[in-house]
Nanobody, 119 residues
Framework: QVQLVESGGGLVQAGGSLRLSCAAS????????MGWFRQAPGKERKFVAT????????NYADSMKGRFTISRDNAKNTVYLQMNNLKPEDTAVYYC????????????WGQGTQVTVSS
């Protein structure tokens, strides 16, 4: 089992930045593909970004490219999401998740962290 705990959310003005963290326990994340997702009020959860176990491959949703950066520190068992130039439409609960391999379904999810961007 992998337990994931997100942190770093909060209230920020449009144009500001936040860095989310996802800390894992129970098992090393080293061999897991990690992803970030978000869910806005009244909407479905959507993909944000993903990173391979080595960090060598990343992928982003189109609307996040150039603004968000996913990274990981396997020694710290932590994954990050750096979010710059935030917009009010980025307001959502952000979740991290772990998959056993690239392209596989995500097996483990965190509880989420709220990000609110004011205009």
């Amino acid at each position: 089992q992998v337990q994931l705990v997100e942190s770093g959310g909060g209230l920020v003005q449009a144009g500001g930045s936040l860095r989310l963290s996802c800390a894992a326990s129970g098992r090393t994340l080293q061999r897991y593909t990690m992803g970030w997702f978000r869910q806005a009020p009244g909407k479905e959860r959507k993909f944000v970004a993903t990173i391979s176990w080595s960090g060598g491959s990343t992928n982003y949703a189109d609307s996040m490219k150039g603004r968000f950066t996913i990274s990981r520190d396997n020694a710290k068992n932590t994954v990050y999401l750096q979010m710059n130039n935030l917009k009010p439409e980025d307001t959502a609960v952000y979740y991290c998740a772990a998959a056993r391999s690239w392209g596989a379904d995500y097996d483990y999810w965190g509880q989420g962290t709220q990000v609110t961007v004011s205009s």
